[in-house]
């Protein structure tokens, strides 16, 4: 029980510090396919393809570079918490995801679903 409430307060921390970290917004063609269903912002911090579908090759093109981006800047925000990229890769999904708009589709730990 002890071990949980130390946990508390650093996940806290760690939520907050993602909540100032400036995401980007995404390329024009990717803002697209998450309109049409085909792309979507996940749990996990990254975007990814709903359902198994796939884009164009323009689209996965710009899905991987922008995963690629943010895979770089979760480790450097990570280092600088003295925390694991995953786990704060992790927080800032979750904010990715409560911010997306009505009709999107987001993966969260239930898996696909429209906002």
Do not use: C, H
Not at 22 to 50: I, M, S, T, W
Request: proline content about 3%.
């Amino acid at each position: 029980m002890r071990v949980r409430t130390l946990w508390i307060p650093v996940l806290l921390a760690l939520f907050a510090f993602a909540l100032a970290t400036p995401v980007r917004a995404l390329p024009a063609v990717l803002e697209q396919a998450k309109k049409e269903g085909v792309v979507g912002e996940q749990a996990n911090g990254y975007l990814g393809f709903v359902k198994g579908k796939k884009g164009s090759p323009a689209v996965s093109a710009e899905l991987k570079k922008v995963n690629d981006q943010r895979r770089k800047i979760y480790r450097e925000q990570a280092e600088k918490k003295g925390t694991d990229a995953n786990t704060y890769a992790a927080v800032v999904g979750q904010k990715q995801i409560a911010r997306e708009a009505k009709g999107n589709w987001v993966r969260n730990q239930q898996g696909w679903v429209q906002k």
